[in-house]
T-cell receptor, first 111, second 112 residues
Framework: DAKTTQPTSMDCAEGRAANLPCNHS???????VYWYRQIHSQGPQYIIH???NNETNEMASLIITEDRKSSTLILPHATLRDTAVYYC????????????FGAGTILRVKS | KAGVTQTPRYLIKTRGQQVTLSCSPI?????VSWYQQTPGQGLQFLFE???????NKGNFPGRFSGRQFSNSRSEMNVSTLELGDSALYLC???????????FGQGTRLTVV
C-alpha cells in the first residue's frame, strides 16, 4: 500500500470549513483513497473514499488532484464534535480489508 | 441497524494468562478484521477473516490468533499475555472485505 503524509495537527474555527490535506505521491492506479476519523476512545469511523473523481457525501467532500498524488478532505461546516484524529489511507480495494493507518492529523475545532 | 459489537468493553488480566475477545459484525457482513491500538505504535492490523478463513495477517507473533464462525462472529485470542499487550483492540466488519469497514468501540485490555 502507498504511504501517506499528513500534517500532525490543524486547528479550525467552529462553523468554518476544515480542509485536511494528504500526500500520497506513490499511489498506484488501482489504489483508492480512504478517510477515517477517530474521536477519542472510540473506534475509527469511515468518512469517505474515492479513486480519481471528487466525491461528496453527507459528512464530507473528497477532492483528489488530477495526478492523484494528493487529496483534501473537506468538512464544510466544522463543529466541536468534529474534533478527532483524521486518517488518510490508500489501499487496493480488491485485496481484502487490511487498513494501514499512519499517525493521522489531529483536528481541533475551536469555538 | 445494529453496529459492530465487541465484548467485553474492558478487561484486566495478569501477565502469563490468556484472553479471548469477541466481535459480532454488522448483520450481513462477512469480513471481520482486528486491530491493536497503543499510544506508541498507533493502529496496527492484526488479521482479517472472511467466510471462516484467515485472508490477511499482520506482523504479530503467534501468540495472537483468531477465528471466525459460520455466523461471521469472530474471536481473537492472545496467549501468554505480556505487559506490552495492553491496548485497545478494535474489530471492523465489512460486507465483503472489498467495501468500507465499520469499527466497533473496542475492548480495552490491561495486562498487570
Amino acid at each position: 500500500d502507498a504511504k501517506t503524509t499528513q500534517p500532525t495537527s490543524m486547528d479550525c474555527a467552529e462553523g468554518r470549513a476544515a480542509n485536511l490535506p494528504c500526500n500520497h505521491s506513490t499511489i498506484s492506479g488501482n489504489e483508492y483513497v480512504y478517510w477515517y476519523r477517530q474521536i477519542h476512545s472510540q473506534g475509527p469511523q469511515y468518512i469517505i473514499h474515492g479513486l480519481k473523481n471528487n466525491e461528496t457525501n453527507e459528512m464530507a467532500s473528497l477532492i483528489i488532484t488530477e495526478d492523484r498524488k494528493s487529496s483534501t478532505l473537506i468538512l464544510p461546516h466544522a463543529t466541536l464534535r468534529d474534533t478527532a484524529v483524521y486518517y488518510c489511507i490508500v489501499r487496493v480495494r480488491g485485496e481484502g480489508n487490511k487498513l494501514v493507518f499512519g499517525a493521522g492529523t489531529i483536528l481541533r475545532v475551536k469555538s | 441497524k445494529a453496529g459492530v459489537t465487541q465484548t467485553p468493553r474492558y478487561l484486566i488480566k495478569t501477565r502469563g494468562q490468556q484472553v479471548t475477545l469477541s466481535c459480532s459484525p454488522i448483520s450481513g457482513h462477512r469480513s471481520v478484521s482486528w486491530y491493536q491500538q497503543t499510544p506508541g505504535q498507533g493502529l496496527q492490523f492484526l488479521f482479517e477473516y472472511f467466510s471462516e478463513t484467515q485472508r490477511n495477517k499482520g506482523n504479530f507473533p503467534g501468540r495472537f490468533s483468531g477465528r471466525q464462525f459460520s455466523n461471521s462472529r469472530s474471536e481473537m485470542n492472545v496467549s501468554t499475555l505480556e505487559l506490552g499487550d495492553s491496548a485497545l483492540y478494535l474489530c471492523a466488519s465489512s460486507m465483503t472485505g472489498f467495501t468500507e469497514a465499520f469499527f466497533g468501540q473496542g475492548t480495552r485490555l490491561t495486562v498487570v
